[in-house]
């Protein structure tokens, strides 16, 4: 369970940036390697991380998910804090296996200025923290998706009733 705020300087101009980012809004951070076969070669490659932070989308060519990237992390220390909380290592036998550990970024203040660059800083979450995060967020979700649909449960119930 660690807790750490990070700096990300803004990397390109948005104009959607006001409206896009506020406090508390959950933010992605590319922090993890990526492995995908390369279409050349047909080879498995590996992509190391950018530390893009900025909202999830979907690309245009292949449709698979990526980062809209509003800034970026370069600080050295923070960039080694998030490699080394970003997995898990254990050893099974001789081998040493990593595993993905969930990850939580929201943005904690905007509008900063550090060293000439304007950003923003963001909060992370990994371990317990991050999973009562994701489940409280998911809860809401379902909590949501309920008071929407509540009503179909009675015409569900009487339906069932008549065929029965």
């Known amino acids: 369970m660690a807790r ?5 300087k803004n990397t390109r101009f948005y104009p959607d940036r006001e409206t896009a980012l506020w406090i508390d809004r959950r933010v992605e951070i590319d922090c993890k390697d990526k492995v995908f076969v390369d279409r050349w070669s047909g080879d498995v490659a590996i992509q190391q991380p950018s530390y893009l932070v900025g909202l999830s989308s979907r690309s245009f060519e292949d449709d698979r998910p990526t980062i809209m ?3 970026q992390i370069d600080d050295v220390e923070d960039i080694a804090w998030l490699k080394q909380v ?3 290592s254990t050893m099974e036998g001789n081998i040493r296996v990593e595993t993905p ?5 929201r943005i904690h203040q905007l509008k900063l200025r ?3 660059y304007e950003g923003f800083e963001v909060e992370v979450l990994t371990g317990d923290d991050a999973k009562a995060l994701i489940k409280a967020a998911k809860r809401e979700e379902a909590i949501a998706t309920l ?5 179909l449960i009675p015409i569900g119930i009487g339906v069932l009733w008549w065929m029965f």
Do not use: F, L, S, T
Not at 101 to 105: E, R, S
Not at 147 to 151: A, C, L, N, R, T
């Open 114 to 116: 550090r060293d000439g």
């Open 4 to 8: 750490r705020i990070v700096y990300a």
């Open 86 to 88: 970003a997995y898990r």
């Open 69 to 71: 990237g509003y800034g």
């Open 101 to 105: 550990v969930p990850i939580v970024a």
């Open 147 to 151: 008071k929407e649909v509540w009503w």
